[in-house]
């Protein structure tokens, strides 16, 4: 046993993050920690990394009792972090990267080709491929994670973290990472993976800890346990089977005709998109990100003005028309990304709930905000989507990715208008915020509201449309009805594919 | 044809004068912005050195020694505040700096008051200047000797310097992980580098130049002190910083190219021109100068994010 954490207790105010967590890892092993958001599972890492320090508790470090004060002592210690958030210098090369601070230096002079001729012994010697002259900029998200991994071998890490480390990652670059943790762990390296991803741990993992609510619930092995199991033990309960409830569509709320869109390269970004939205029906839009789905959002939302054709929203004429007006004819939008778009992370919550709507007397008279009407409305969102806060003035960046993404759920989702644009609701969240999400999603779809979802999650798509359509290259190529598809045929038709095939 | 040599030859010396001073502080401006400090101070810092050079070799009876190393002094230890404002007290670095450039213009004139008793100007005959150099070719070009009229070593050492910080920049190991901290403060800071000890050193170094530039404008080609002798010099300095993108080679023909600004300026002074348009032409060149600057950064950024899309698109075509 290399490693021995036992008994670790932290607590943040009067939130007990981790109580009497207790983990232990072999060598060579892959131990996968499982949980939700806030389960805890960050923390006991970030405890373990040197980055937080435990009220209690004692870690057992090849035999050695350790007390880590920063991740230089943890480093010193052979144990290395890929965090989930990379740490690189984005302006430099991929060698510059990796062997800073531990440079090989001729009379103060930092040696360039002995320095690359390190990254590349390295990079081969663990299959890990990268051109060490290649600006990180310029490098996939893949790659970056690559250089990432080489950084902790290159300090001599023989126990590696990796925090949720697919959650930046396209399909492909999974595998790739899956493939790169088993060659490690045969090397003989120690891993331990933080996810919630439960396919991933059962590809890779050999032990599995269960954490829940700061505690562990369970420690497994791979082989003696199923992906249900895992997931009953996480959220301790049965995730439920969403069904949509069959349901007649109503009169039309979206109608987009003939939408084009040329972008600077004279390409057309959209190219005579027609869609309709109706009451009382989720529409999804399934397409590799990159296909004008962005485009079209931009354009139905108001936020991009410069497009051919028309939209209609609510029966009112929106056609090159500001965000505002759209907004007042009757739709709302959770955005793509929840902090570019979606929110302000140095706002409270209670302001964040506010936004968009600040001008309507609800919430202010003559200019003057209704602080307590603001707070009021704020506090009954939060306990209405049990969000996981202290109160409404906490900061929007305090809060972890699912309650960020249940905030702008609850703000759009609850504006008394008949239609929401959601795109890509649940990117990045747990299974129980994801679940709540949906559920949400298909309440107001029930009580007569249009949806337009757009995702590149398919099963996200074929779980909660009414119809579908499938984009790709700016168009809208094919339409379908709920259970009309399946997965396979769908992913055929987002990379360009033809229906009979 | 021989007035026409003398001429350009002068304007030419005229431009390595004004050049400098800008240039010292620019390349202090550089280096701290690529350790993610932003200085603005640079116009205080020059003015202290300015007027510490002139104290110190009035009461030493004129050691031109002793008021170089004066002046850098003072700069290093204004700079030095500067620094424990902004990176241990965490101040915003444009209040600071604006509070420095302020005070060091009330503060010299009220010292040139207790010291020397007069207001506005001083200047003794006592008072010795930098030694000024005719480098040994200039012989070779009779006309073009006066190329070098009035150039002293400092002149020549913030040329060195503008190569030397380069050469420190980016091929030692200490300049790379100062640019490192640069491009990201935590990933640095991650690896076990002490962030605020680095940037600390890195501008209280950078008072060295600014001391160097300050002793130039009191010391150089005349030898006095009068009340705002930088004449905003200093922020003239931060937008040849932004020009040459902080980086010591850009950096130092942007510098040259406001110091052929002032050149120009003054010269056409003796012209029928009227002298308030010759004297605001370093000005307007400084705004137009970020204006074009400014511009250019727009375009760059746009063409980056445009080849970004297009890597994105051809990844998505390669992978379907």
Known sequence: MILQMKDIVKTYGNVVANDHVSIDLNEGEILAIVGENGAGKSTIMK??????????????????????????????????????????????????????????????????????????QLSEKYGLMVDPDAIIDDCPVGTQQRVEILKTLYQDASLIIFDEPSAVLTPNEVDDLLRTLRELAKAGKSIILITHKLNEVMAVADRITVMRAGKVIKTLNRADTNTDELSYLMIGRHTADLQ???????????????LTMGSAAGKKVLNGVNLEVRAGEIVGIAGVSGNGQTELVRCITGLEREYEGSVTVCGHDVSNKGVDTIRQAGLSHIPEDRYVWGSAREASLSDNFLMGEENSEKYSRHGVLKSKQIIEHADKLIAEYSVKVDNSRQKMKELSGGNAQKIITAREIEREVPLTIACEPTRGIDIGAMEFVHERLVNKRDHNGGILLVSSELSEILKLSDRIYVMYNGQLNHEFKHGEVDERKLGKLMLGGKADE | ????????????????????????????????????????????????????????????????????????????????????????????????????????????????????????????????????????????????????????????????????????????????????????????????????????????????????????????SVTLFIQNITSGKGYIAMTANNLGRSHPIGVALASLFFGICQSVGSFLQQTSLKGQITGAIPYVATILASIVSSIRTKQIKERKIHEAMKKTVERQENAS
């Open chain 2, 1 to 220: 044809m021989n007035f026409s040599w003398t001429y350009i030859s002068a304007i030419i010396s005229s431009t390595f004068r004004m050049c400098s001073p800008i240039l010292l502080c620019s390349l202090a401006a550089a280096v701290c912005s690529k350790a993610n400090v932003f200085n603005i101070a640079m116009e205080g810092c020059m003015m202290i050195s300015a007027f510490f050079a002139i104290v110190v070799n009035y009461f030493t009876g004129g050691s031109v020694i002793l008021s170089v190393l004066a002046a850098i002094l003072s700069s290093m230890a204004v700079s030095a505040l500067l620094a424990y404002f902004i990176i241990k007290l965490k101040a915003s670095p444009v209040v600071v700096g604006m509070a420095i450039n302020t005070t060091s213009s009330g503060l010299t004139t009220y010292l040139m008051y207790v010291f020397f008793k007069t207001k506005g100007l001083f200047q003794r005959p006592s008072l010795v200047g930098l030694t000024k150099v005719t480098p040994f070719f200039a012989s070779w070009f009779p006309e073009l000797s006066q190329m070098f009229y009035g150039l002293t070593y400092v002149d020549y050492l913030s040329w060195v310097l503008a190569i030397a910080v380069y050469i420190f920049m980016y091929k030692t190991v200490l300049g790379y992980r100062i640019r490192a901290i640069g491009i990201n403060q935590e990933a640095a800071r991650s690896l076990g580098t002490p962030v605020e000890k680095y940037q600390f050193i890195t501008m209280t170094l950078s008072g060295i130049l600014c001391g160097l530039a300050g002793c130039l404008l009191s010391m150089g």
């Open chain 1, 244 to 258: 949509l409830r069959p349901h007649n569509p109503g009169e039309t709320l979206l109608q987009v005709k003939d």
């Open chain 1, 47 to 120: 405890i373990l990394y040197g980055l937080e320090k435990a009220d209690s508790g004692e870690i057992t470090v090849w035999g050695e009792k350790v007390n880590f004060r920063s991740p230089i002592d943890a480093m010193k210690h052979h144990i290395g972090m890929v965090q989930q958030h990379f740490m690189l210098f984005g302006s430099m090369t991929v060698t510059e990267n990796i062997v800073y601070n531990n440079e090989i230096a001729k009379n103060g002079f930092f040696d360039r080709k002995a320095n690359r001729e390190k990254v590349r």
